[in-house]
T-cell receptor
Framework: GAVVSQHPSRVICKSGTSVKIECRSL??????MFWYRQFPKQSLMLMAT?????????EQGVEKDKFLINHASLTLSTLTVTSAHPEDSSFYIC????????????FGEGSWLTVV | GENVEQHPSTLSVQEGDSAVIKCTYS??????FPWYKQELGKRPQLIID?????GEKKDQRIAVTLNKTAKHFSLHITETQPEDSAVYFC??????????FGSGTRLLVRP
């Protein structure tokens, strides 16, 4: 079946540095991918919609200059957390819809980011 | 945009009893409503879903009901087992193809 792979699964970075998280659809094309953030014991909060070949659409309150999203191909979206701070430490997870609205959503494995 | 509310936030039941989790949504254009089970630090696992042209769907011990008029949907787990203990999230796919999640329910099944 369809698979979405996310890398890295865990990353520790120093304050002020940037870290990139990749989300790949392994056996299907994903013109749209979604990025979520989940703090401990909280829900998945949608950060942005990644659109292949065009700019990402950010949810209200999400800083687009801090969370850079690039969707350069039909199988890869990247999220770069720039100038990371400890409060950015969280679980980040991507998803991609199978074929469109109302079809199965495939999630990546998620990435734990710890900023020290 | 879509807003999904989920209740209760925590639910404790005796093994063998039923558990019910309820969600409401705001966007009448939403027509896909999945339920997920999530373990800490893992990706959400789809356990059941329902589309707006269906009122109820059942899969063994799990069932979901949808009332489009009232904009609410519910997860029902019967004959609960300790391994059902987890965090459960409802979600609604809005008119922009995004999945909006409820706040989650921590279910504890006591042996």
């Amino acid at each position: 079946g369809a698979v979405v792979s996310q890398h890295p699964s865990r990353v520790i970075c120093k304050s002020g540095t940037s870290v990139k998280i990749e989300c790949r659809s392994l056996d299907f094309q994903a013109t749209t991918m979604f990025w979520y953030r989940q703090f401990p014991k909280q829900s998945l909060m949608l950060m942005a919609t990644s659109n292949e070949g065009s700019k990402a659409t950010y949810e209200q309150g999400v800083e687009k200059d801090k969370f850079l999203i690039n969707h350069a191909s039909l199988t890869l979206s990247t999220l770069t957390v720039t100038s990371a701070h400890p409060e950015d430490s969280s679980f980040y997870i991507c998803s991609a819809p199978g074929q469109g609205r109302g079809n199965t959503i495939y999630f990546g494995e998620g990435s734990w980011l710890t900023v020290v | 945009g879509e807003n999904v509310e989920q209740h209760p936030s925590t639910l404790s039941v005796q093994e063998g009893d039923s558990a019910v989790i309820k969600c409401t949504y705001s966007d009448s254009a939403s027509n896909y409503f999945p339920w997920y089970k999530q373990e800490l630090g893992k990706r959400p696992q789809l356990i059941i879903d329902i589309r707006s042209n269906v009122g109820e769907k059942k899969d063994q011990r799990i069932a979901v009901t949808l009332n489009k008029t009232a904009k609410h949907f519910s997860l029902h787990i019967t004959e609960t087992q300790p391994e059902d203990s987890a965090v459960y999230f409802c979600a609604a796919e809005d008119s922009s193809y995004k999945l909006i999640f409820g706040s989650g329910t921590r279910l504890l099944v006591r042996p």
